[in-house]
């Protein structure tokens, strides 16, 4: 079956450093989006995407934040000047249509676990 | 502001058990509502979605139902066994046009042998 594929499973950094988190989304799905979950708390909604462009995005998913598909099959979420409350597992999905509609879940990747100090 | 919540956070039954976990948000005016499983250093896996018109789904022993008008929903999980042993999620998709996933906090199931 089908997997959204993440790398680095594991991602240590320094504060105020720069962070590329990849992901490879499933192929025929037209729909991407970041999730994450700090340790102990909720799965929290960052951004979606579609068409080149973001669709939506969260209070979280501040200046700091982008997102880009730089080829056909990536997707990547950057964080500019890493703190340390960013610290969480992120967590990439993709659908073939909007989330839940036409009965299209979401599938998620298992996560890069991102931990500044 | 929608809210979701889970309750139990925690539960811990023998093998055999048919179990049932809940889910409440706030806000009724939802698209739909999904039950995701989610195993340690794992990502998150869809188990079930409803739409706002439906008022269950099955697949397999899991069962889910939702009534939307009083803001609750149940996972029923039949003759557990322990790889059924992980967290499990309730998330809600807003409705009004909005593209995301509103998550309660889970409910962490051992099922012990």
């Known amino acids: 079956e089908p997997e959204v594929t993440q790398t680095p499973s594991h991602q240590v950094t320094q504060m105020g450093q720069e962070v590329i988190l990849r992901c490879v989304p499933i192929s025929n799905h037209l729909y991407f989006y970041w999730y994450r979950q700090i340790l102990g708390q909720k799965v929290e909604f960052l951004v979606s995407?579609?068409?080149?462009?973001?669709?939506?995005k969260s209070e979280i998913f501040d200046d700091q934040f982008s997102v880009e598909r730089p080829d056909g099959s990536n997707f990547t979420l950057k964080i500019r000047s890493t703190k340390l409350e960013d610290s969480a597992m992120y967590f990439c999905?993709?659908?073939?249509?909007?989330?839940?509609?036409?009965?299209?879940?979401?599938?998620f990747g298992n996560g890069t676990r991102l931990t500044v100090t | 502001k929608q809210e979701v919540t889970q309750i139990p956070a925690a539960l811990s039954v023998p093998e055999g058990e048919n179990l049932v976990l809940n889910c409440s948000f706030t806000d009724s005016a939802i698209y739909n509502l999904q039950w995701f499983r989610q195993d340690p250093g794992k990502g998150l896996t869809s188990l079930l979605l409803?739409?706002?018109?439906?008022r269950e789904q099955t697949s397999g022993r899991l069962n889910a139902s939702l009534d939307k008008s009083s803001g609750r929903s149940t996972l029923y999980i039949a003759a557990s066994q322990p790889g059924d042993s992980a967290t499990y999620l309730c998330a809600v998709r807003i409705s009004g046009g909005y593209n995301k996933l509103i998550f309660g906090a889970g409910t962490r199931l051992a099922v012990h042998p």
């Open positions: 995407f579609y068409n080149n462009e973001i669709s939506e």
């Open positions: 409803i739409q706002s018109s439906q």
């Open positions: 999905a993709s659908s073939p249509s909007p989330e839940g509609v036409y009965n299209s879940p979401l599938h």
